[in-house]
């Protein structure tokens, strides 16, 4: 039963945007709005599980006993929250949208527009997923996701690989409704040894239960 699998198990989830400062009053960021990982978060909640929400800025609020939230704005801050709770969890579930590269240095004062062209240097910041996908020990389920606009379930399979996940969530931005800036979502879900199941385009809680469901089945 669904609800059995998922009482009491520690996940790990991550949430929306990370942003990366530049200067006190700006940054690098993404349109992520943080609704697919906190539909995760509630689903999983309400069948029982201890559920670690790991989120960048969002517009969104939660409250349930069963979830304690971690708010969080850079990708390094994510990073060092995920890898200390994911150490004694069962599952990792990472749906946020991290920003790739961060800004070298933060400016303590606000950049003034003096030059005609700005250059700024981007350090890349470390994949969380990939991070919890080569620790991971015996047992331990790593989930991850993938937008992708072209080529989508061969990207996806290879990422599922490099990262060492055992199951990836696709997004396709081909389809209509589908990605991070809407309500509903449209996912293939790709796990290991070539298994593929695809699903209609639906809210993003539909789609939520969706994804638990296939996890209970095949990670049972
Ligand atoms: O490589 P790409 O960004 O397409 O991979 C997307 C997946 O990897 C998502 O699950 C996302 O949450 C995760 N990711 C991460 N840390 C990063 C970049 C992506 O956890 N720095």
Known sequence: MIADYFKSKKIVISAGPTYEKLDPVRFIGNYSTGKM????????????????????????????????????????????????????????????????????????????????ILTINLVKNPDILATLGKSKKSGQIVVGFALETHNEIENATEKLHRKNADAIVLNSLNDAGAGFKHSTNKITIILQKGRIFEFGLKDKTAVAKDIVTCISENFN
């Open 37 to 116: 990982g906190y539909a995760l978060a509630t689903e999983l909640a309400n069948l029982g599980a201890d559920v670690h929400l790991v989120s960048g800025p969002t517009a969104l609020s939660i409250d349930h006993p069963s979830i304690t939230l971690y708010r969080i704005e850079s990708a390094l801050e994510m990073y060092d929250i995920c890898v200390r709770e994911f150490q004694n969890a069962d599952i990792a579930i990472m749906s946020a949208a991290v920003a790739d590269y961060r800004p070298e240095h933060y400016n303590d004062i606000k950049i003034k527009k003096n030059e005609e």
